[in-house]
Each structure stands twice: as C-alpha cells, then as structure tokens.
C-alpha cells in the first residue's frame, strides 16, 4: 500500500516552461488536493477535486490546471512556469472517514 | 471564510516538558474539522491528531492531546513529555462543512534541548 506518491520529488525549469506534477493514490480515495507551501505561509490550497470529472479551484489557483479522468490519479499542470511558482507542492487525499494523507512532496524550482 | 492562526512562530522547550502550541480558527460552517501536523526537517506531512467540531471529548493520540475550547475557538495542542524527536514544524489546520480541502495556518516552529 504505497498511499499518496507524487513524482517528481525535484524539478528546475526554466521561466516559460511547462510541466506536469503527477499523483497517484492507491486507496481509493474520493478527494484530492494540491497545495503549494512557501516560507512563512503554511499550505495554500492550488485546486481540490472530490471525486472523478469533478474539480474546483481553491485559495491560488492562476497559472495552474488539473484534471481528474481516474479515481487514482490527480496531475497538477504549470502552463508557464513563473518564478513565483517555486515552491514545494504536496498532493493529499482522504476519503469520507479518513484523514487526509498527503504525498512526500515535489520541490520545484523557476529559473 | 476560514482562517487559521498560530501566534507562535518558534516554541523552546526541555526534553522530557509538556508544552502547548496555539491555534485559533474562525469558521462560519456548523461543522467543520481541526487536525494537527507535523513537519520534520525531512519535509514530509505527519497526520498527529484529528478534533471533529461535534466531538464532546479532547481527542488524545499518545503523548499528544488537543485542547479544544469551541467557545473560544481554541484548538491548542500540548505533547507531554516531549522528546528530541519532536523538534520540528507543526501546522493547525481545519475542513470546511464538506470536508474537501484544509485551510492551513502558518505553524509553529519546536525545538526540543535535551
């Protein structure tokens, strides 16, 4: 039971740029989040989904996307990576009578 | 809205103390739900203690139990017999109604001497 994993745990890219942070969840779980953390600021929400085809934007939703086509799977999308989007960014899921479990983290870099 | 706040940007404390770290929230939604993490040097996201809005008992994980005061909007956390494993970042956090997303607050920063 690997839980919540996300891939990549670093990335650099350049200003511009575009990627996709994946997540998967193998608990079947409904929902599932992104949420970015910087210094000083706690964990802001990015988008949230609660459950297949469904998705809504949360507290800093510009400059990304997301889509959920499975149950599983939850990518978080940088259309043009800014600087301002260095960050590191946690995917969590929970399901209607579990905690929230979060994945081990992606650490990005804009350059 | 929702909104979390910890007043305490970095705790000291001596191993084997009991300390309290604060958190106030403010919510509008009837029920709603209050968690603590923790957050070691190594970045990882540790569920420590869950707190439903309707729970009539402090919920108590271990060494770890969370004060709550609905009154007040209080939802501190106090790790008795702290251990040098426990230095690390610990976030409050609360669930909208619905339970979809958690709205963090800024954590608390522990360092535990020996």
């Known amino acids: ?111 | 809205a929702q909104k979390i706040t910890q007043t305490q940007p970095g705790m000291f404390v001596q191993e084997k103390e009991a300390v309290t770290l604060d958190c106030t929230y403010d919510t509008s939604d009837p029920s709603y739900g209050l968690f603590w993490y923790k957050q070691p040097s190594s970045g990882e996201m540790i569920f420590l203690i869950y707190q439903g809005s309707y729970d009539q008992q402090n919920a108590t994980e271990g060494r770890y139990s969370l004060n709550f005061q609905k009154a007040r909007k209080s939802a501190n956390l106090v790790i008795s017999a702290s251990q040098l494993g426990d230095s690390a970042m610990y976030f409050c956090a609360m669930t909208n109604t619905g339970f979809q997303k958690l709205v963090f607050g800024t954590g608390t920063r522990l360092l535990v001497s020996p």
């Not at chain 1, 953390?37 to 949360?58: C, E, F, K, N, W």
């Not at chain 1, 599983?72 to 940088?78: A, C, K, Q, T």
Request: charged content about 15%; proline content about 5%.
């Open chain 1, 1 to 111: 039971n690997a839980g919540v994993t996300q891939t990549p745990k670093f990335q650099v890219l350049k200003t511009g740029q575009s990627m996709t942070l994946q997540c998967a969840q193998d608990m079947n779980h409904e929902y599932m989040s992104w949420y970015r953390q910087d210094p000083g600021m706690g964990l802001r929400l990015i988008h949230y989904s609660v459950g297949a085809g469904i998705t809504d934007q949360g507290e800093v939703p510009n400059g990304y996307n997301v889509s959920r086509s499975t149950t599983e799977d939850f990518p978080l999308r940088l259309l043009s990576a800014a600087p301002s989007q260095t960050s590191v960014y946690f995917c969590a899921s929970r399901n209607q009578n579990d905690g929230y479990t979060f994945g081990s983290g992606t650490r990005l870099t804009v350059v």
